[in-house]
């Protein structure tokens, strides 16, 4: 099946840094890819949707200053928590859509990358 | 607007005992219906997804929903649950075409005891 890989799969950094997270397919091409943030015990809460090539598409409530993707190709996109706080920890998840697969809604999902701001 | 409920939080039942975990949607077109299993500081993994066609779907690691339409439900069932399947479990929801968001429920997480 199709596979879905994040790295790091978890970074502890200081307050004030930035941090980058890659999401990659890597059996498959992705123009859109989407980005979640999950709190303990909780949901997937969607932040952004990433389109190759062009601007990512933010949910509302979600500040695009501070969580900046890029998906600069068809089999990546990144995440940089910007000047990253302790209230940025949290579990980021990323998912894929096949290109090939466009008349289905399913998604591949990363492993997580778990950021911890001290 | 498109949402799922899942209205329990937790379930505790004993291995070898059946399960069933409820889900229930509102969309407004046809939807696409999945359930995905998250164990501990993982990603999420599908067990099973619904379009159209039998609306008993079968899945992996012998779990199988049921499509509901006038019930507006997808409950997810399991004979008989092994340790193993321990873990939170998300039902969502989505359009068939075009690149648009799933909905996720707030999940259920399942305790299996000896």
């Known amino acids: 099946g199709a596979v879905v890989s994040q790295h790091p799969s978890w970074v502890i950094c200081k307050s004030g840094t930035s941090v980058k997270i890659e999401c990659r397919s890597l059996d498959f091409q992705a123009t859109t890819m989407f980005w979640y943030r999950q709190f303990p015990k909780q949901s997937l809460m969607l932040m952004a949707t990433s389109n190759e090539g062009s601007k990512a598409t933010y949910e509302q409530g979600v500040e695009k200053d501070k969580f900046l993707i890029n998906h600069a190709s068809l089999t990546l996109s990144t995440l940089t928590v910007t000047s990253a706080h302790p209230e940025d920890s949290s579990f980021y998840i990323c998912?894929?859509?096949?290109?090939?697969?466009?008349?289905?809604?399913?998604?591949?999902f990363g492993e997580g990358s778990r950021l911890t701001v001290l | 607007a498109q949402s799922v409920t899942q209205p329990d939080i937790h379930i505790t039942v004993s291995e070898g005992a059946s399960l069933e975990l409820r889900c229930n949607y509102s969309?407004?077109?046809?939807?696409?219906l999945f359930w995905y299993v998250q164990s501990p500081g993982q990603g999420l993994q599908l067990l099973l997804k619904y379009f159209s066609g039998d609306t008993l779907v079968q899945g992996i690691k012998g779990f199988e929903a049921e499509f509901k339409r006038s019930q507006s439900s997808f409950n997810l069932r399991k004979p008989s649950v092994h340790w193993s399947d321990a873990a939170e479990y998300f039902c969502?929801?989505?359009?068939?075409?075009?690149?648009?968001?799933?909905?996720f429920g707030t999940g259920t997480r399942l305790t299996i005891i000896p």
């Open positions: 969502a929801v989505g359009p068939y075409f075009g690149n648009e968001k799933l909905t």
């Open positions: 969309y407004g077109a046809t939807p696409y």
């Open positions: 998912s894929a859509r096949d290109k090939a697969v466009t008349n289905t809604g399913e998604l591949f």
